[in-house]
């Protein structure tokens, strides 16, 4: 299924420097009642990582081709 973006909104890889935007959007889809469905953990644990953890895991999907992450964001921000 493909869906026409907003003119304004831009997707990227994530860069290492987005760290704090991956784990605020990773905790936020945590939240969701049936999240159980789609992760592997739960919002408490995900949450108790320690920042260097959330850092190397960003850098990590930011290069190579093991693994992706992307961001969705409205240009200019």
């Known amino acids: 299924m493909s869906r026409d973006l907003p003119a304004d909104v831009v997707v990227r890889r994530i860069r290492p420097?987005?760290?704090?935007?991956?784990?605020s959007l990773r905790l936020e889809a945590l939240r969701d009642p049936i999240a159980g469905l789609a992760f592997l953990e739960t919002v408490q644990q995900a949450a108790a990582r320690p920042?260097?953890?959330?850092i190397?895991?960003?850098?990590t999907m930011s290069t190579g081709d093991k693994g992706a992450q992307?961001?969705?964001?409205?240009?200019?921000?």
């Not at 992307?70 to 921000?77: I, P």
């Open 51 to 54: 920042d260097e953890e959330w």
């Open 17 to 23: 420097d987005d760290w704090e935007s991956a784990r």
């Open 70 to 77: 992307f961001l969705a964001e409205r240009a200019g921000d």
């Open 56 to 59: 190397t895991r960003t850098a």
